[in-house]
Nanobody, 119 residues
Framework: QVQLMESGGGLVQAGKSLKLSCAAS????????MGWYRQVPGKERELVAN?????????NYAESVKGRFTITWDNAVNTLFLQMNSLQHADKAVYYC???????????WGQGTQVAISA
């Protein structure tokens, strides 16, 4: 079992920055992929960024956030981060952390953290 807890969301002005955290606990050993997703009411949850724990820490990003967002993993505290810069109104959403272990079909999710953008 894996438990995920997001934090760091809030209200931020457009053009400013925010850093989200996802604390992971439980069985997180082995090969895995973690990611950040976001969702707004009435729309499908979409991938923002993910990172694969393997030989390297391969990352990929949605085109809409490339160059602005950075996903990182801190092994010392078992925490996934999402640094969000140059925030736009389109970035307003509930952000969710995910975890998938290699060879598994089950995705673990956190409960989400709200990001709101003001003018």
């Amino acid at each position: 079992q894996v438990q995920l807890m997001e934090s760091g969301g809030g209200l931020v002005q457009a053009g400013k920055s925010l850093k989200l955290s996802c604390a992971a606990s439980g069985n997180v050993a082995g090969l895995w992929r973690m990611g950040w997703y976001r969702q707004v009411p009435g729309k499908e949850r979409e991938l923002v960024a993910n990172i694969m724990f393997g030989i390297d820490r391969r990352t990929n990003y949605a085109e809409s956030v490339k160059g602005r967002f950075t996903i990182t993993w801190d092994n010392a505290v078992n925490t996934l981060f999402l640094q969000m810069n140059s925030l736009q109104h389109a970035d307003k959403a509930v952000y969710y952390c995910s975890f998938v272990q290699a060879l598994s079909t089950m995705t673990y999710w956190g409960q989400g953290t709200q990001v709101a953008i003001s003018a």
